[in-house]
């Protein structure tokens, strides 16, 4: 009975420490995902009215502007996203990338380089059949023969990043713009816009410069004012639904709607751009899911955001519904509160703007990150800011190059309007791309029929496509802007994807056979350098060009030399024990080994520190397995290591440290019988994280059952280990050749190469250390 009713307390402290973090994580999202679409009241209504349509005496525009927003609202954010697309999560993280990773890895339309039938074995990979449905399978074969599609799909995806990126540009300059301008009334209306430009510009400085806190600390600094701002709109709505118009629920109706369209015609089909703007943050939800969790961001919706944003915009309405004689514009959000409070609720709308813009600037990053891992961006440094939560990214040149934009934006514009009106467009293409997607996935990867999908693509689209509409006819009076900046964007992702692409292709065209590996040595009399070599490249089989080309030159090469490729996969984890993938290339005697580092594209990256120790140790595990060599297919004999599986045969790892010239018998000898340098590193004392760069000393235990000659090839592993490792990277000059388009000219000699040139060095990327780089030049025409 003890040991049950123990048991049983166990699970309730699960349970309850369960709940509790869920409930924390909602209250972070707060201050994290949800500030876009709180803040959203500040400008709903005044775009709507803004010049399409005036309300009249009967109320029916405003009545049938409320049914749209309440409608909008209920069916695309809380229906779509919370309840369908959040399901659509890959393995926990959301944006537009993982649902093309997702639907990349149930159907075979990646354009991704370098793909390997093990990479589906991975435990995170969940690589499922075909559907069964008919249909199903006929679009999986489909998309899956002609490659039109695949480029097409590709082109959808990175049409959805940018736009998510531009909506991380437009957003924070509506959000901070909107709510200064509740200081019109102090300022008067002649120098509102030379006045509040410059207050909302300096906020928005403010704001990039907290970036590199990193979405912990901001989801807890920022949560309390979201939390104080939905309780102020909530009040509000309520005192104004009470005060002026009681019966304003009838506008819920969906019948409110049809009679807006039928007496506003295309007038209200145009002030449709403003109701969109109702949902701007939806997407962020999805964006920022690897920040959170689902149920935690469904909780947080649900119960706190959805009902204080339907109260406020119900409130609004009511007003409006008793004011047709205020001679100015009466559909601005302050307007409807009551004077004696304005000042105060001003104060926290302006905290309030900072906070939503914060939802779209952590989306971009996220998003962002997600390209880079996958080959499809420009190489920039991105910082993790959690040790303990993965995802969570900071990236510093975005952050400036963001700022630079959204100032520029603010100043050009320095109107509510014009800024929605881009908002809007930027938001509604990310949106149709989600649908697209989620439609497919509901066929390849839910396994749900053809029919129910097309009903989803079919009843959201239209929805969505309305409101597009509405928003392309803006286009003049700043919707232009994200179209500008996404074509921008579409053309450098694009063009870095191509020349990649075409690089990887040159090496594969160009690697060397193995017959003439064995043929080396005693046709070239090439020399063998004492030490490791470690030669980064794209290819997973074969041996790329890079290394015919160094040899001819040098006529060396080390001792043990390891073709080491750093590739993505389209998942967002790989756990450690399925990391590493080893195989020999050639004989035994030539000491020449492949090892394929793979990595999701939410992964922290760490190949600076233990990188070479964790190669050096997974080496000598895979030595220790006996795996030969075999000519016919070499990528099937890779094999999976990171894990424990020859115990007592392989090397054992002991720590050491230059600063420190003893350390506790007790650590000592706990070190000693540590057999991972993984476990080292979990044990290392507090102390020694301000000494000087670990060393790690390995050791060859003495066994009687070892093989002699896998003893010989660890000896000599662990000499050349003690010799030095040195790590060869191609310095590549990419040309198009002669004769190509005039379009691809242009992508690879000046775009691809110009990005190349000035964005952050492989080198930097990988960590390698400068003292033991060598760079071997070579002309790549593509």
């Not at 991704?112 to 991975?122: I, K, M, S």
């Not at 939560?389 to 100043?411: D, K, Q, S």
């Not at 990528?635 to 424990?644: F, P, Q």
């Not at 050749?737 to 492989?762: D, H, P, Q, T």
Request: charged share 15%; proline share 3%; with cysteine.
């Amino acid at each position: 009975m003890d040991e049950e009713a123990k048991g049983g307390l166990n699970e309730d402290s699960r349970k309850k420490e369960s709940w509790k973090s869920v409930l924390t994580l909602a209250y972070q999202s707060l201050g994290v995902v949800y500030g876009d679409l709180s803040i959203s009241p500040l400008y709903v209504f005044r775009n709507t009215f803004a010049e399409d349509i005036q309300h009249s005496s009967g109320n029916e525009e405003i009545y049938g502007a409320l049914s749209f927003v309440f409608w909008t609202l209920t069916l695309v954010t809380l229906f779509k996203y919370v309840f369908l697309v959040l399901k659509a999560n890959d393995n926990g993280e959301g944006g537009t990338f993982s649902l093309y990773a997702l639907l990349c890895r149930h159907a075979k339309v990646s354009l991704f380089p370098n793909q390997q039938t093990a990479d589906e074995e991975l435990s995170t990979y969940k690589m499922q059949l075909p559907s069964d449905t008919r249909n199903g399978t006929r679009i999986k074969i489909m998309l899956e023969k002609y490659k039109k599609f695949q480029v097409a799909l590709l082109v959808m995806a990175l049409l959805g990043i940018c736009m998510v990126i531009g909506d991380g540009v437009l957003t924070p300059a509506l959000s901070v713009f909107s709510a200064v301008s509740g200081l019109e009334d102090y300022v008067g209306e002649e120098r509102h816009k030379y006045v509040l430009a410059p207050i909302s510009c300096f906020i928005l400085v403010c704001l990039f410069a907290l970036q590199h806190y990193g979405t912990h600390r901001l989801g807890f600094m920022f949560a309390p004012i979201v939390l104080v701002w939905l309780i102020c709109m909530s009040s509000l709505g309520l005192y104004n639904i009470f005060t002026y118009n009681k019966h304003i629920y009838n506008a819920l109706s969906p019948y409110a709607m049809y009679i807006f369209m039928r007496k506003t015609r295309a007038r209200g089909w145009k002030s449709l751009a403003g109701v969109l703007l109702c949902i701007t943050g939806s997407e962020a939800m999805f964006a920022d899911l690897g920040h959170f969790s689902q149920l935690s961001i469904q909780m947080a919706f649900t119960f706190m955001i959805y009902p204080s944003l339907i109260l406020v915009y119900m409130g609004q309405a009511a007003y409006i519904s008793r004011h047709h004689d205020i001679s100015r514009s009466p559909i601005g959000f302050y307007m409807s509160v009551p004077e004696c409070v304005r000042a105060p609720i001003i104060a926290v709308a302006m905290a309030t703007s900072v906070v939503a813009s914060q939802a779209m600037i952590t989306g971009t990053f996220s998003i962002i990150n997600q390209a880079l891992t996958l080959g499809y961006f420009p190489r920039v440094k991105v910082v993790h800011t959690s040790d303990k939560i993965h995802g969570r990214v900071y990236i510093p040149e975005i952050n400036w190059i963001l700022m630079i934009i959204c100032l520029a934006v603010t100043f050009g514009f320095r109107d509510v309007k014009s800024l929605g009106n881009a908002t809007g467009l930027a938001v509604i293409v990310v949106m149709l791309v989600t649908t697209f997607f989620m439609s497919l996935i509901i066929v390849l990867c839910w396994h749900r029929s053809f029919l129910l999908a097309l009903c989803f693509l079919v009843f959201f689209g239209f929805i969505e496509s309305l409101y597009f509409s509405a928003s392309l006819v803006k286009f003049k009076e700043g919707a232009w802007v994200p179209l500008v900046l996404s074509l921008i964007l579409m053309m450098i992702m694009y063009a870095w994807h191509y020349g990649t692409l075409k690089k990887y292709e040159f090496d594969l065209q160009n690697k060397v056979s193995i017959n003439w590996i064995a043929s080396l040595c005693p046709s070239l009399e090439v020399a063998r350098v004492r030490g490791i070599g470690l030669m980064y490249t794209e290819l997973v089989s074969g041996i790329p060009a890079i290394f015919s080309h160094f040899v001819t030159n040098l006529s060396a090469f080390h001792q043990v030399l390891v073709f080491v490729c750093i590739k993505s996969v389209p998942v967002p984890y790989v756990p450690t024990g399925e990391r590493y993938l080893i195989g020999r290339v050639g004989p035994k005697e030539l000491r020449l080994y492949r090892c394929i580092v793979r990595y999701g594209y939410r992964d922290t990256r760490k190949e600076s520190d233990d990188f070479e120790d964790q190669l050096i140790y997974n080496l000598g595990e895979f030595i220790c397995s006996g795996q030969s060599f075999s000519d016919t297919s070499p990528e099937e004999k890779m094999t999976v290591m990171g894990t424990t599986l020859w115990s007592g045969n392989g090397i054992d790892a002991a720590a050491s440290c230059d600063s420190i010239e003893s350390l506790h018998s007790a650590t000592v000898s706990q070190v000693r019988s540590t057999p991972t340098i993984q476990s080292i590193q979990e044990i290392e004392p507090a102390s020694l994280n301000q000494a000087r760069r670990r060393k790690v000393r390995f050791i060859l235990p003495s066994s009687p059952e070892t093989d002699h000659a896998i003893r010989d090839e660890l000896e000599e592993l662990l000499d050349a280990k003690e010799s030095g490792t040195a790590f060869i990277l191609a310095h590549s000059d990419v040309q198009a050749r002669k004769g190509s388009s005039f379009l691809k000219m242009i992508a690879i000699n000046f775009v691809y190469n110009f990005l190349k040139n000035n964005c952050r060095e492989s080198t930097l990327a990988l960590g390698v250390p400068h003292a033991a780089l060598m760079k071997v030049g070579m002309v790549y025409t593509v």
